[in-house]
Structure formats: C-alpha cells, structure tokens
C-alpha cells in the first residue's frame, strides 16, 4: 500500500486524547491528591482504591499502544520509520504534560498562545504552499 493511500483514524485519535484529557481534568476537579492513593471503594466485589485507577490510566494505554503494534506486525503494516505525524502527537502531549499541575499563567509565560496560533494558521498554511507549489497545483 503506498504512503498516499494511507489514513490515519483522526476521530480514534481525538477521542483517546480527549478521552484522556478529559479524564485528568476530573481528577483534577475531584481534588486528587498523593493523600487520596489509598482511597477505595468496592467494584464488582474487588477493592478498587484510587491508585489502582490512576496507575490504569496510564497503563491501559501503554497496553493499547502495544496491542496496536502488534495488529500493525501482523497485518504487515510495521512502521519503517516514525511519521512526522506520530512526533507531532508525542511532542505536544509531552508539551501539555509539563503543565499538568502548574502554577496559573505559566501557559501565558511561555508563549502557548504563540504555539497555537502557530499550529492554527502558519504551520499548516506554509504547508500547504510548499506542496502546492512543489506540485505545480
């Protein structure tokens, strides 16, 4: 299958992210603190506390991500190299990361207004000119 054929599932994608952000915005809301690990509560008659959930959120997906790999080495469908893509998913989740927990204003003090209105306008309109362009369009 050739490199133009491929699609990546955007609305997977959007949903995980969102999925997860979401998720961490209401343990967030809820007051969650390293005091609250041993809180639990009873699940399908299994003690559940509140550190085997959050140890799951970042588990499961580390699973997923494996699981996916595999389905990818069995349909032939290996990645030769990391998409620009993928580097862009991995940067800017690693970016937000670094917020999580931060003081009020630190996005302003950076510049994450800059960043997005980078990747809402410039970035993907130079982009577009140079293939444009490179492609005679």
Same mark, same amino acid.
Request: net charge negative.
């Given at each position: 299958?050739?490199? &133009?054929?491929? /699609?990546?599932? !955007?609305? =997977?994608?959007? %949903? @995980? @992210?969102?999925?997860?952000? $979401?998720?961490?915005? /209401?343990?967030?809301? &809820?007051?969650?603190?390293? #005091? $609250?690990?041993?809180?639990?509560?009873?699940?399908?008659?299994?003690?559940? =506390?509140?550190?085997?959930? *959050?140890?799951?959120? !970042?588990?499961?997906?580390?699973? @997923? #991500?494996? +699981?996916?790999? #595999? /389905?990818?080495?069995?349909?032939?469908?290996? &990645?030769?190299?990391?998409?620009?893509?993928? #580097?862009?998913? /991995? +940067?800017?989740? +690693? +970016?937000?990361?670094?917020?999580?927990?931060? %003081?009020?204003?630190? =996005?302003?003090?950076?510049?994450?207004?800059? *960043? *997005?209105? !980078?990747?809402?306008?410039?970035a993907p309109q130079t982009l577009k000119t140079a293939l444009v362009s490179r492609r005679?369009?």
């Amino acid at each position: 299958m050739s490199d &133009l054929t491929r /699609q990546t599932d !955007w609305n =997977s994608v959007r %949903r @995980m @992210m969102n999925a997860a952000i $979401d998720f961490c915005e /209401q343990v967030e809301a &809820l007051g969650y603190g390293e #005091r $609250d690990r041993d809180a639990a509560t009873d699940v399908n008659g299994q003690t559940v =506390s509140a550190q085997d959930v *959050l140890t799951s959120a !970042w588990t499961y997906p580390e699973t @997923m #991500r494996y +699981a996916i790999i #595999r /389905q990818r080495h069995d349909a032939a469908d290996d &990645l030769a190299y990391v998409p620009e893509t993928a #580097r862009v998913l /991995q +940067a800017m989740a +690693a +970016a937000c990361a670094e917020l999580c927990g931060a %003081r009020p204003g630190t =996005s302003e003090a950076v510049r994450v207004p800059e *960043l *997005l209105q !980078w990747f809402e306008t410039h970035a993907p309109q130079t982009l577009k000119t140079a293939l444009v362009s490179r492609r005679g369009e």
